[in-house]
């Protein structure tokens, strides 16, 4: 019997995600999207557009039994998973003792654990052809003072998925890390609820879908990274050649942080 070809998008209620899912339910060839998040009323609504090919699945991705409950799923129905996007993520840009413990972890389980996991709870059921795209981000290039553990995760989300891309070569499989500037999401606003002091701006912001367009083209290249727009490239660069204290100072005195 043939096997169902499925897309799989975390994060699909909000932002990026919900453009993944907007352009792989243009795709020909995949019969499902699955789309995860939490907010079940932005999911409906994103279902209501897609129509019955989109399937939706309201969970919290920092709650581990889940991924028991997904590992179930796929067991029952064996899926093909032709597209993982893993988008599931959040931020706090603040001082360090202005998040509380519990946040902080949870920023590392979703943004770091959860993407890991997805990626392996899907690879069984992936074949040659296949696609992991996790976002990264911007921050992934450096260390970012009044985001340390946001621009840590993404640091891991780059490597490991640049790596991962090596290993899954023989395979035929590709993983891209989408090292995205900043869009005008959800999770800027969340991100800054309640900062006393941390990032208020965000310079050659763009919208969402040319971001995740890119990215779709750059994941059919085999390419490890996207990296969208020349203000982003520019940061890429430099980067590679200044030292990290010099590339932290460039971020504190463009951000106005004293
Ligand atoms: N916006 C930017 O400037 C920017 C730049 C670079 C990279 N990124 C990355 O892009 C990705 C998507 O973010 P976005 O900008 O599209 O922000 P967003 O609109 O806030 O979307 C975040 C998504 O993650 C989901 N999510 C949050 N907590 C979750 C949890 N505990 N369990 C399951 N799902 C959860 C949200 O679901 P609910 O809303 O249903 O809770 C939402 O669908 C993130 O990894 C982010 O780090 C964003």
Same mark, same amino acid.
């Given at each position: 019997?043939?096997?169902?070809?499925?897309?799989?998008?975390?994060?699909?209620? *909000?932002?990026?995600?919900?453009?993944?899912? /907007? !352009?792989?339910?243009?795709?020909?060839?995949?019969?499902?999207?699955?789309?995860?998040? =939490?907010?079940?009323?932005r !999911?409906n609504?994103?279902?209501?557009?897609?129509?019955? =090919?989109?399937?939706?699945? *309201?969970?919290?991705?920092?709650? /581990?039994?889940?991924?028991?409950?997904?590992?179930?799923?796929?067991?029952?129905?064996?899926?093909?998973?032709?597209?993982?996007?893993?988008?599931?993520?959040?931020?706090?840009?603040? #001082?360090?003792? #202005?998040?509380?413990? %519990? %946040?902080?972890?949870?920023?590392?389980?979703?943004?770091?654990?959860?993407?890991?996991?997805?990626? !392996?709870?899907?690879?069984?059921?992936?074949?040659?052809?296949?696609?992991?795209?996790?976002?990264?981000?911007?921050a992934?290039? @450096?260390p970012?003072?009044? @985001? &340390?553990?946001?621009? *840590?995760?993404?640091?891991?989300?780059?490597?490991?998925?640049?790596? !991962? &891309? =090596?290993?899954? =070569?023989?395979?035929g499989?590709?993983?891209?890390?989408?090292?995205?500037?900043?869009?005008?999401? /959800?999770?800027?606003?969340?991100?800054?609820?309640?900062?006393?002091?941390?990032?208020?701006?965000?310079?050659?912001?763009?919208?969402? #879908?040319?971001?995740?367009?890119k990215?779709? /083209?750059?994941? $059919? $290249? &085999?390419?490890?990274? *996207?990296?969208?727009?020349?203000?982003?490239?520019?940061?890429?660069?430099?980067?590679?050649?200044?030292? @990290?204290? %010099?590339?932290m100072?460039?971020?504190?005195?463009? @951000?106005?942080?004293?």
């Amino acid at each position: 019997m043939e096997k169902k070809k499925i897309a799989v998008v975390t994060g699909a209620s *909000s932002g990026i995600g919900r453009e993944f899912a /907007r !352009l792989l339910s243009k795709k020909k060839g995949i019969e499902e999207i699955w789309c995860l998040g =939490r907010n079940i009323g932005r !999911l409906n609504e994103l279902k209501a557009e897609i129509g019955d =090919r989109a399937r939706t699945f *309201s969970m919290d991705l920092t709650d /581990r039994n889940n991924f028991g409950v997904i590992s179930d799923m796929f067991e029952e129905e064996q899926p093909q998973i032709t597209w993982l996007v893993n988008c599931a993520g959040f931020a706090k840009f603040c #001082d360090y003792a #202005d998040i509380d413990l %519990t %946040t902080s972890l949870n920023m590392i389980d979703l943004n770091v654990c959860a993407l890991t996991a997805m990626g !392996l709870l899907c690879l069984p059921y992936m074949e040659k052809g296949a696609h992991i795209v996790n976002m990264a981000s911007q921050a992934a290039f @450096q260390p970012l003072p009044y @985001q &340390n553990i946001y621009s *840590s995760t993404k640091a891991f989300v780059r490597n490991y998925t640049r790596a !991962l &891309n =090596r290993e899954l =070569r023989p395979r035929g499989i590709c993983a891209t890390a989408v090292c995205a500037g900043w869009m005008e999401t /959800r999770l800027i606003e969340r991100a800054s609820i309640g900062a006393k002091k941390g990032t208020t701006k965000f310079p050659h912001i763009t919208s969402p #879908d040319v971001v995740a367009k890119k990215a779709l /083209r750059d994941a $059919k $290249k &085999n390419k490890d990274m *996207s990296i969208y727009g020349g203000y982003v490239k520019l940061a890429h660069l430099l980067a590679k050649f200044l030292p @990290q204290k %010099t590339m932290m100072s460039m971020w504190l005195s463009q @951000q106005d942080i004293k």
